[in-house]
Nanobody, 122 residues
Framework: VQLVESGGGLVQVGDSLRLSCAAS?????MGWFRQAPGKEREFVAV????????YYADSVKDRFTISRDNAENTMHLQMHGLKPEDTAVYYC???????????????????WGQGTQVTVSS
């Protein structure tokens, strides 16, 4: 499976942005991680196969919403109230054929996109 992210960009504090991830095939658990300069990759959000269960990092809870469209093999991350500390490269991740829902470890996800840059300017 190949994952391609889109939707990143330069925004101002408080702005909204919607990231998308297109998968080349069927996926199981999907999620988003991010990595800021000089920092380790950080869990952002995860969604189960059906889309009925979601889990967020405390730092983005109530500001970000993860969703997916299995008919289109796409996933989205709607981000509101963006802060400078949200600046990072955002990666789409997934599993194929098995669930890792609930895991926040990068090692749990074998498939990664190339990443899309989100920069929040103050």
């Amino acid at each position: 499976v190949q994952l391609v992210e889109s939707g990143g960009g330069l925004v101002q504090v408080g702005d909204s942005l919607r990231l998308s991830c297109a998968a080349s095939g069927r996926t199981f658990t999907m999620g988003w991680f991010r990595q800021a300069p000089g920092k380790e990759r950080e869990f952002v959000a995860v969604i189960n196969w059906s889309g009925g269960r979601t889990y967020y990092a405390d730092s983005v809870k109530d500001r970000f919403t993860i969703s997916r469209d299995n008919a289109e093999n796409t996933m989205h991350l709607q981000m509101h109230g963006l802060k400078p500390e949200d600046t990072a490269v955002y990666y789409c991740v997934c599993t194929v054929g098995f669930s890792v829902y609930g895991s926040t470890s990068p090692a749990a996800f074998p498939y990664w996109g190339q990443g899309t840059q989100v920069t929040v300017s103050s």
